[in-house]
């Protein structure tokens, strides 16, 4: 019974220095959604080390056990991309401890994350997005809320979670900016065009007569909408116009509005800070994107295979 007693008690050691992690990061006024995603990843490692490593306490783990932990998650079938995320919250859970004092040095610092293959980002054409704003009724009260999310999401750029957390008082109607609270309750300020103004003004003169909280984006029952709502919403209108070959999501409508932004001669330095990215990494990718798109524009257009082709009858393949 001792025995048991106190292998309980020194398991609560983990347990402890997640708690008492997720509570500094509570402090630090992190969202819900990481705080859930802390919760999460480092309950996933702890069960590694408890179950395969009997490893009880955040000071025994070590730079071996924490590469053990690679190679298993990968026999379990787990992505690439979760057991980065994985070892990046165990990263941030030992800088922690570093700062309290509990341990000297972390045991992570220089484990680095798995290679992963660069996936193609895709965007909606110009006709995916008028075939799905063609799907919203503006008679109705759904309809124009979904017409008025789709644009919101295409004119600016912003994260579901951004869009969800909108009030009405965030709208800047003289200078055309919202204010909006992304990753980190860092605020930005986020510029909208005319025609997103007039769908916003006749949405929030709508929303007038269904109420509701200070939420900008609500159900027909005035309750605030969520991150999978708008997910869903956007799912609905992509099958009603026949969206194909890429996935219907608010981060595609992300991705559109970030290469769009580069095709019309947006800076990328602006566009990072409309998207409120902290580096450049993921607006370089957008660069490409937009790049990849001017180039086979050229090779439809190019003024010298048109040339070619007119003097010669036969067009010339750009290799």
């Not at 292998?7 to 997720?22: C, P, S, Y």
């Not at 924490?66 to 190679?71: C, K, S, Y």
């Not at 269904?210 to 609905?236: C, E, S, T, W, Y």
Request: proline share 3%.
């Amino acid at each position: 019974m001792d025995k048991v007693y106190t292998t309980m008690a020194v398991a609560d050691k983990l347990d402890t220095a997640l708690q008492e992690f997720l509570d500094y990061g509570r402090t630090k006024n992190l969202s819900p959604h990481t705080i859930g995603y802390y919760r999460d990843r480092l309950r996933l490692f702890f069960g590694y080390c408890r179950d395969t490593q009997h490893i009880n306490e955040p000071n025994l783990v070590t730079v071996v056990s924490a590469r053990g932990f690679i190679t298993y998650a990968m026999d379990k079938g787990y992505s690439i991309k979760t057991i980065n995320h994985t070892m990046t919250a165990v990263k941030a859970l030992y800088n922690y401890l570093m700062d309290e004092g509990t341990i000297p040095i972390s045991p992570v610092a220089r484990i680095k994350p798995l290679k992963t293959e660069h996936k193609m980002i895709h965007a909606f054409g110009d006709k995916d997005i008028e075939d799905m704003l063609r799907q919203c009724n503006r008679k109705t009260f759904v309809g124009l809320r979904d017409y008025t999310i789709l644009l919101t999401l295409i004119d600016t750029g912003l994260r579901v979670s951004e869009l969800c957390g909108l009030e009405a008082g965030d709208i800047d109607w003289s200078s055309g900016f919202m204010r909006v609270l992304g990753k980190g309750s860092k605020e930005r300020q986020v510029p909208f065009g005319m025609t997103l103004r007039r769908a916003l003004r006749d949405y929030v003169n709508r929303k007038g007569h269904v109420g509701g909280d200070h939420r900008l984006f609500v159900n027909q029952f005035a309750q605030p909408l969520d991150r999978r709502l708008v997910r869903l919403i956007l799912v609905k209108l992509g099958q009603k116009a026949g969206v194909t070959g890429v996935r219907v999501s608010p981060h595609t409508c992300r991705h559109t509005f970030a290469k769009n932004w580069i095709l019309n001669g947006g800076d990328p330095f602006s566009l990072q800070r409309i998207l409120g990215h902290t580096t450049q990494e993921m607006v370089s990718q957008y660069v490409n994107l937009a790049t990849e798109d001017i180039r086979v524009q050229h090779s439809k257009f190019s003024p010298g295979d048109r040339l070619a082709q007119a003097t010669t009858g036969r067009r010339v393949i750009l290799r």
